[in-house]
């Protein structure tokens, strides 16, 4: 993977409204089409929440890593008002959105960088951090380079720093749980889907109509592939106990899970 990496690349005029849309009316359909996958969404975010201000107190300097749109620095920064955060990813697409969504907020600034690079971290703003913290995301890296990002990110920690992730995390020794759980999440997203809710990629399509955000939907789409295509097909995905063996081993002191649903779960490494 790789984009150019100057902080506006590929990036809309951040004016309160695109198309008629607001950046905040951009902000919550993403919300909404990732909540039908995960309707336990919000109470992830709010454990992360409760961790950071357990482990790195009210005011943490937080690497928001591959961030989308922001969702995790949205709301860090209501609920710590005295909070910065670092939001770095490398699609262009969903980065327009959080650069519109944040523009005027001091306490938010946006890299663009490919997490695949090693040289990732020499863009971003001199650390350490605080926290890092991710959603939803991961799970597009093989098994190894996530193990190697990993330690890079105990790098850019301070000691005694924190790291969570929050993603599908299987738990293959229960496969009936395992496949009576997912057949129930079937079930209510397609009943779900009745009542108009909107998954991944007509969301992108919906984005990719809009005339002021083709283009960098268009550059996305040449980044990461067409969502229509399968662009999440080269991702892996491990269990909660792997990727806290993972964490201890590029050496952090702790590491467990601190939450979890039936299929997605949240790993907590203390630096």
Known sequence: MSVRTDGNAGQADHAEHVNGRTWQ???DSWDRQQEWYLPDREERFRVMLDMVEALAGPEPRVLDLACGTGSISDRLLKRFPGARSVGVDLDPALLTIARGHFAGEPRAQFVTAD?????????????PYDAVLTATALHWLQTEPLRALYGQIGGVLRE??????????????????????????KARREREREGGSQDWIA????????????GVVAERYRIFGDPAAGDHAHGEVQSAAWHAEALRSVGFAEA?????SPEDGLVLGLR
Request: with cysteine.
């Open 203 to 214: 969301w992108w399509q919906e984005m990719a109509a809009d005339p002021e955000l083709s």
């Open 160 to 185: 005694g720093g924190v790291f969570m992730n929050a993603d599908h995390m299987p738990d293959e020794s229960t496969p009936r749980i395992n496949e009576a759980a997912h057949a129930f999440d």
């Open 256 to 260: 467990r899970q601190v939450w979890c």
């Open 115 to 127: 997490l695949g690079d090693p040289a990732w971290v020499d863009k971003l703003p001199e650390g």
């Open 25 to 27: 009316t951009w902000q």
